[in-house]
């Protein structure tokens, strides 16, 4: 009876450091999704000094050597206008109230709106755009999206809808080194977050989707489509 021959040491040293790879990566990926949701629960009492995407748009602006100038200010819900508030939720997420993190038939409506070419909105909640603003920046990939579907949950979990309206509201890039209501208020209005009115909530709700190459005075259609979709909701 002949025996087998043993494998190649080189094939064998090559499987024992992809199984060693595996393993620290998927423990890593854990210990980091770890981090995310306990970073999730303290954000139910803390504000957040930083968020991913402020960090990237750091880093892009020393990379090409242009100037940056950050304004963000974070304020309680209470010193949000209503308005504002009503602006965002009926331009990004009118479901926001009812679903539990995912909105199933807006993705379905805003993957029918990018095939015809008449695309407003993207499918995303709000709990979605803050789990995304938060960790993972302005990247698309299916990792990521994986990441964060996963911490959506958690987020509707552990903070509930008042606290992540809240969070968007001040974290979210209103344009170029611009987050949060307070800081966009100010500088496109001249106003407080708090004193917006109605037309003007509706305008800077309308650059949310590309708020780097956006301005509210040019988003008449939208701004009319937002203040029609407030009113069908009884804001």
Known sequence: MTE????PSGASNRKKFLRFF???FVI?????????ALT???AKWIDPPTTAVHVERRVQAWIHRTPYHERYQFIPLSQISPNLQHAVIAAEDARFYQHHG??????????????????LRGGSTLTQQLVKNLF????RSILRKGAEATLVPVAELVLGKRRILELYLNVVEWGSGIYGAEAACRYYDGTEARNIDRQEAARLAAILPDPR?????????????ILKRMSQMRW
């Not at 995912?102 to 695309?119: P, T």
């Not at 993972?136 to 990247?139: A, D, K, N, S």
């Open 102 to 119: 995912f909105d199933w038939h807006a993705m379905q409506v805003a993957a029918e709106d990018d095939m015809e070419g008449d695309r």
């Open 136 to 139: 993972f920046g302005t990247g």
């Open 213 to 225: 190459r956006r301005r509210p005075q040019y988003m008449n259609r939208y701004s009319t489509i």
């Open 28 to 36: 890593g990926a854990g210990l980091l999704w770890l981090l995310a």
């Open 22 to 24: 595996v393993r620290w």
């Open 40 to 42: 999730l629960v303290v």
């Open 4 to 7: 087998s021959p043993d494998p």
